[in-house]
């Protein structure tokens, strides 16, 4: 059995979505699922004034971006991703990288690679 990775992306909401899927398509990637999430790091928070309480804002809309590969290679995936959605400032986001043990497709019953 080939390897699986999962490849998880969280990214600024605003990244250019159809430039990273062009570059996804590029190396072969078709599958991808996105999800809106919030969260915070290293990014600097702001505070605002809501009915005279000051209150400190550091919890950003961020895109979550779920990729499972393992035709394709997954250094690839993250050179593709890395190219498509650095824009040099903070809150750029992170690539995180997991092994896939197994993985089955509910409606055929196939397993490993084939299921994808």
Not at 15 to 39: C, N, P, R, Y
């Amino acid at each position: 059995m080939s390897d699986m990775f999962k490849v998880e992306i969280i990214t600024r909401n605003s990244a250019d979505l159809e430039a990273f899927k062009m570059k996804m398509a590029e190396i072969g990637v078709s599958g991808m699922t996105f999800s809106h999430v919030q969260g915070c790091g290293l990014e600097e928070g702001y505070t605002e004034l809501y009915r005279g309480v000051k209150k400190v804002q550091n919890v950003f809309d961020r895109l979550k971006i779920e990729i499972v590969v393992s035709a394709v290679p997954v250094d690839d995936v993250i050179k593709a991703a890395t190219s498509a959605l650095h824009t040099g400032k903070a809150g750029d986001g992170k690539i995180f990288v997991y092994p896939i043990q197994q993985t089955i497709d509910i409606n055929t019953g196939k397993q490993g690679p084939a299921a994808l």
